[in-house]
């Protein structure tokens, strides 16, 4: 996801420097990595005795998988017709009896630009970049990432603020997409374009004086082995999503694999009464 005012530079002008080390998301899909595969094999041999359920994915209610789906091993039932118990593709050893091992994956998640300001009324950036952890680094495939938010703002008569067309909410969900090849090489968009992957930025200019509001993007993010890119998926060249391939449709093998990790930011402001500032800018990001 990148938001611009104006077209950014190629990989949407990432950075190549992390600002923190590697680090991946816990509970989800990760499990296995997260907490262990004893830990893990554990909680799939108490399932049936009892448990909690994962919560969902970002827009499947109350925890419940679309149809077809894979759910972590240690979800506790009932499954839907075609569910399938399964652990993270980089689960270490044999999945425990009745999982399979999923395609999907979580990829690690390197902080380049901390969530921060960049004005006092709305403004924003944000910057990761996403990595093969080494269990993975003969794998091919593509990191897929579900992005969706929420927007509002307001004028200080309390009317409302027309939203940019990036901040319109008719224009989400939306799903993006990064290649990987062999080695743990992630590339912008597709291999085949020979940019190596640098960064993925959240970024907005902020609505100026007599303004208040708050914006949350909400991503979920995984890798997929053997990932092929539906019809329509495409690299477009405008925003959002630039040098990647993009569709509004969700794919197939994205709904039916487990999990992924949250990627997410709330930037929050309050620039009433006009010509003051009651709320700078803040933001507040995960990783």
């Known amino acids: 996801m990148r938001t611009f005012t104006s077209r ?87 999945p425990p009896v009745g999982a399979i091992r999923s395609a999907a994956f979580i990829p690690t998640m390197s902080v380049v630009t901390p969530g921060r300001p960049v004005d006092d009324c709305g403004g924003y950036e944000y910057k990761v970049r996403w990595g093969i952890p080494a269990s993975e680094s003969a794998s091919a495939g593509w990191i897929v990432q579900k992005v969706d938010q929420s927007f509002e703002a307001k004028d200080c008569d309390e009317r409302r603020v027309a939203p940019r067309a990036f901040d319109d909410s008719a224009n989400y969900p939306y799903w993006e997409a990064w290649e990987f090849t062999a080695g743990q090489h992630v ?37 997929i ?15 959002p999503a630039w040098a990647l391939p993009y569709t509004r449709t969700e794919p197939a093998q994205f709904a039916g694999t487990l999990r992924g990790a949250a990627h997410t930011l709330t930037a929050e402001w309050n620039c009433c009464p006009s010509g003051t500032v009651t709320k700078r800018t803040t933001v507040v990001a995960n990783p």
Request: zero cysteines; a negative charge.
């Open 225 to 239: 082995v053997g990932f092929t890119l539906p019809v329509g998926m495409t690299v477009r060249g405008a925003e």
């Open 187 to 223: 590339w912008v968009g597709p291999a085949s374009s020979g940019s190596a992957h640098s960064g993925d930025t959240f970024s907005n200019a902020g609505y100026g004086p007599g303004t208040k509001g708050k914006k949350t993007m909400t991503a979920e993010v995984k890798a």
């Open 8 to 94: 950014p530079a190629a990989d949407h002008q990432r950075s190549a420097a992390d600002s923190a080390p590697p680090r991946s998301s816990a509970g989800g899909p990760g499990l296995g990595r997260a907490l262990g595969n004893d830990a893990a094999r554990r909680l799939w041999e108490s399932a049936a005795a009892g448990g909690e359920t994962l919560a969902g994915a970002q827009g499947d209610a109350e925890g419940v998988l679309p149809m077809g789906a894979e759910v972590p091993a240690d979800f506790v039932g009932p499954l839907k017709s075609g569910d399938t118990r399964a652990v993270p593709h980089d689960f270490a050893g044999a």
